[in-house]
């Protein structure tokens, strides 16, 4: 119903930035809002930033100021520009949308299959 292409992980050294992207496809009516959770080894899964249908943005405490969430509407995409990534930030990042299918009359949670980020020196 449903399908994610995630890309954009991999290895970085503190400092450094990565640019993750999400595209949703399938039969899909209406996305009500995208964005990306991550879970790092022997933790709980976080939210990190949204971004609904109007635009507006939240994101997780640490890192607002470094981690920028935008979506292309034309094409079903989010993205997360990650700057100034440091070793906390080590994780696996899903990207989810809430969205409601042709012929459906609510809307669901969907999730990628999740991108690792791994920063080390």
């Known amino acids: 119903q449903v399908e994610f292409v995630e890309s954009g992980g991999g290895l970085v050294q503190p400092g450094g930035s990565l640019r993750l992207s999400c595209a949703a496809s399938?039969?899909?009516?209406?996305?009500?809002?995208m964005g990306w959770e991550r879970q790092a080894p022997g933790k709980r899964r976080e939210l990190v930033a949204t971004?609904?249908?109007?635009?507006?943005?939240n994101y997780l405490d640490s890192v607002k100021g470094r981690f920028t969430i935008s979506e292309n509407d034309v094409n079903n995409t989010v993205y997360l520009q990650m700057n100034n990534l440091q070793p906390e930030d080590t994780a696996v990042y899903y990207c989810y949308a809430n969205i409601q299918l042709k012929g459906w009359g609510r809307s669901n949670d969907y999730w990628g299959q999740g991108a690792q980020v791994t920063v080390s020196s």
């Open positions: 971004i609904a249908n109007d635009g507006s943005t």
């Open positions: 399938g039969s899909i009516f209406v996305i009500y809002n």
